[in-house]
C-alpha cells in the first residue's frame, strides 16, 4: 500500500453534499483511487446498506460505476481510518462484521444531523 498523501486525512467523518466520483473521493481523503477501489471492495460485501445505496442496472446489478452517494462516501471515510488504526483488511473484515452498526445509514444520518445543528448554531 501506498503511503498517503495526507496522513490525517481519514482523521474525521466525510461529510458531502453531493454524489462523488471515486476519483475525486480518492483525491479527498488523500489515498490513491486503487485505495480508495480496495475499500469500496471491502464495504460493498460486508455492509448491506453500502451496497444497497447503488442505483440498480436494468438487469437488476448493482451499477459501481455511478458516483458515491454522501453515505457511501461517509463509510470509506470511516473505512479508511479503520485501515491507518488496524493496518490489516483482515482486522478491518473482523471489525466491522462485530460492529454493524458503526457503518448503518441510520448511523450516517444521526452524525450528519449533528453537523448540521452545529452549523446551524454557527
Known amino acids: 500500500m501506498k503511503p498517503r498523501r495526507c496522513k490525517d486525512s481519514t482523521n474525521l467523518d466525510l461529510f458531502l453534499d453531493f454524489p462523488a466520483t471515486k476519483t475525486h473521493l480518492a483525491d479527498l481523503l488523500g489515498v490513491a483511487r486503487s485505495t480508495l477501489v480496495t475499500w469500496e471492495n471491502l464495504a460493498f460485501w460486508r455492509i448491506p446498506s453500502f451496497r444497497d445505496a ?21 463509510v470509506l471515510s470511516r473505512v479508511g481510518r479503520l485501515m491507518a488504526q488496524l493496518r490489516r483488511g483482515e482486522r478491518v473484515k473482523q471489525y466491522i462484521a462485530k460492529n454493524p452498526n458503526d457503518f448503518s445509514r441510520y448511523r450516517y444520518q444521526q452524525a450528519f444531523g449533528q453537523i448540521q445543528k452545529i452549523q446551524k448554531g454557527a
Open 54 to 74: 447503488y442505483p440498480k442496472n436494468h438487469d437488476g446489478s448493482y451499477d459501481r460505476e455511478s458516483p458515491l452517494s454522501p453515505y457511501q462516501a461517509w
